[in-house]
C-alpha cells in the first residue's frame, strides 16, 4: 500500500519508523525527477452555480484567505503554532519543523500559476494513464481565478 501525504504528517510517520518515503516531493532534487510533481495540493473549491449566484461571499472567501496566507508569510513558524493553539509538545514540534522546512509549502499571495495548473494536470494524467475520461480532464476549463488573480 502507498499514500500521499503533506507535511507535518508524512515527516511525523517517518520519526514514528511507521512509514518510508517512496518519493519525497517536497526535495527538489527528488521532484525534477517526477513528471507534474509541483502540482497544486490544495485549492479553494466550490460549484460553478454559486460564483454565479453568491460572487460577494466567493469574493469574500478569497480575500479572508488572501490576508490568511499574508498573516503566515510575515509570522515565525512558533507564532504560527501559538495562534492556532497547538498545545501537544509532538505535534507543535511537527508543526513547526514543516513550516521551516518547507517555507513554500503555501502560496504567500494565494494566486494560481499557469505552470503549476499545467504541472497539476500532468501530474493527474500521468497517474491516471489509460483513462480516456481522466485524460480529457483539462483544469484551465476548471479553474476561475477572477478574485485569487493568477501568475504566469
Known amino acids: 500500500d502507498a499514500v500521499m501525504g503533506d507535511e507535518p504528517f508524512a515527516s511525523r510517520l517517518l520519526a514514528k519508523d511507521s512509514v518510508f518515503f517512496l518519493a519525497n516531493l517536497a526535495e527538489p532534487e527528488t521532484a525534477k525527477t517526477i513528471a507534474g510533481s509541483n502540482f497544486l495540493h490544495a485549492a479553494i473549491e466550490t460549484r460553478g452555480n454559486m460564483?454565479?449566484?453568491?460572487?460577494?461571499?466567493?469574493?469574500?472567501?478569497v480575500r479572508m484567505l488572501k490576508r490568511s496566507l499574508h498573516w503566515v508569510e510575515t509570522h515565525s513558524a512558533e507564532e504560527i503554532a501559538d495562534t492556532i493553539g497547538v498545545l501537544d509538545l509532538e505535534e507543535r514540534e511537527s508543526l513547526?519543523?514543516?513550516?521551516?522546512?518547507y517555507p513554500r509549502a503555501y502560496s504567500r499571495d494565494g494566486k494560481l500559476s499557469t505552470a503549476q495548473l499545467k504541472e497539476t494536470e500532468l501530474?493527474?494524467?500521468?497517474?491516471?494513464?489509460?483513462?480516456?475520461?481522466?485524460?480529457d480532464l483539462r483544469l484551465e476549463e476548471m479553474v476561475n481565478d477572477t478574485w485569487a488573480g493568477r501568475k504566469e
Open 51 to 61: 460564483i454565479k449566484t453568491n460572487p460577494v461571499a466567493v469574493e469574500k472567501m
Open 96 to 101: 513547526v519543523m514543516a513550516l521551516k522546512k
Open 123 to 135: 501530474f493527474f494524467h500521468h497517474g491516471n494513464q489509460g483513462d480516456s475520461s481522466a485524460q
